[in-house]
């Protein structure tokens, strides 16, 4: 089975830290992705790399960063963390495949509660 | 662009009552089509999926047809149980990467 570690299940950061949350995968997958979840909102797309070193803005990038310097681990920044980014933070992985890519399922992880005071 | 319209709810069924929650989708070209479940405190995991019209996932007693002329993908179950009780999303993906979310429906099953 496909395993997404995500290394906190709960973090409190204070206004203006810089805030790392990290995600690693076990099952050599090209695509990865950072996603917050809000009530009300469902998920929304914050990032996603489909290869190391390469990364794309998802629907809600502004105040974050990412970085994929190794195919298994994710990294997304929160350069000045701020109260309205108090969310669940969820990781996800899934597999490039040619000419049935849009049929590869995400797996996730257990995601990291944020909360910022 | 794409998009997933679902209920939030809280949808409170009964144990053993029949369920079906509602899915409508708009995409490009044709999109898979997915069901993630989310149990209290975990992430998300594939329900199940299709990948063209007529198909029809399926997976623990869950079912759901991939309906090109309605845009529709509702999710059913014969026979809910409290086990049951969880968030479910409806997605598309129409790209190699992306996937499109809707925003979640909480299933509470009452004994």
């Known amino acids: 089975d496909v395993k997404v570690t995500q290394s906190s299940r709960y973090l409190v950061k204070r206004t203006g830290e810089k805030v790392f949350l990290e995600c690693v995968q076990d099952m050599d997958h090209e695509n990865m992705f950072w996603y917050r979840q809000d009530p009300g909102l469902g998920l929304r797309l914050i990032y996603f790399?489909?290869?190391?070193?390469?990364?794309e803005k998802g629907d809600i990038p502004e105040g974050y960063s990412v970085s994929r310097e190794k195919k298994e681990r994710f990294s997304l920044i929160l350069e000045s963390a701020s109260t309205n980014q108090t969310s669940m933070y969820l990781c996800?992985?899934?597999?490039?495949?040619?000419?049935?890519?849009?049929?590869?399922?995400?797996?996730f992880g257990d995601g990291t509660r944020l909360s910022i005071l | 662009g794409n998009s997933v319209t679902q209920m939030e709810g809280p949808v409170t069924l009964s144990e053993e009552a029949f369920l079906t929650i509602n899915c409508t989708y708009t995409a490009t070209g044709y999109p898979s089509l997915f069901w993630y479940v989310q149990y209290p405190g975990e992430g998300l995991q594939l329900l199940l999926k299709a990948t063209k019209a007529d198909d029809k996932g399926s997976n623990k007693g869950f079912e759901a047809t991939y309906r090109k002329e309605t845009t529709s993908f509702h999710l059913e179950k014969g026979s809910v149980q409290v086990s049951d009780s969880a968030v479910y999303f409806c997605?598309?993906?129409?790209?190699?990467?992306?996937?499109?979310f809707g925003i979640g429906t909480k299933l509470q099953v009452i004994p």
């Open positions: 997605a598309l993906s129409a790209s190699y990467q992306k996937v499109t």
């Open positions: 790399s489909y290869d190391v070193k390469m990364k």
């Open positions: 996800a992985s899934s597999l490039f495949r040619t000419g049935g890519g849009r049929s590869q399922p995400q797996h």
